[in-house]
């Protein structure tokens, strides 16, 4: 099956990536696809335990099953504000 996958901030920087396609077989969690693209961008692995999962636009944990053409976001911490 096939999900978009977007990288949002300093991750985009990372990966050289605004926007991916991956393929990904059933039952593959958000975390699994992680760990395939901290394989291909090794960078990725040392901003994990800060990073935010979204599928289809709503914030899930790392242990959520994917599903066709849902849209994945990474996104790195954010700061600011007063």
């Known amino acids: 099956m096939v999900v978009k996958v977007l990288f ?3 991750l985009k920087d990372l990966t050289g990536l605004a926007e991916d396609t991956a393929e990904v077989a059933a039952g593959t969690s958000i ?3 992680f760990a ?3 394989r291909r961008f ?7 335990p800060s990073i935010l999962f979204a599928r289809n636009q709503e914030f899930v944990s790392p242990n ?8 994945v976001a990474f996104l790195p ?4 504000g007063a």
């Open 8 to 10: 949002f901030g300093i």
């Open 31 to 33: 975390s699994d696809l």
């Open 36 to 38: 395939a693209y901290s």
């Open 42 to 48: 090794e960078t990725l692995e040392a901003a994990r």
């Open 64 to 71: 959520a099953i994917l599903a066709e053409r849902d849209e």
């Open 77 to 80: 911490p954010v700061s600011g």
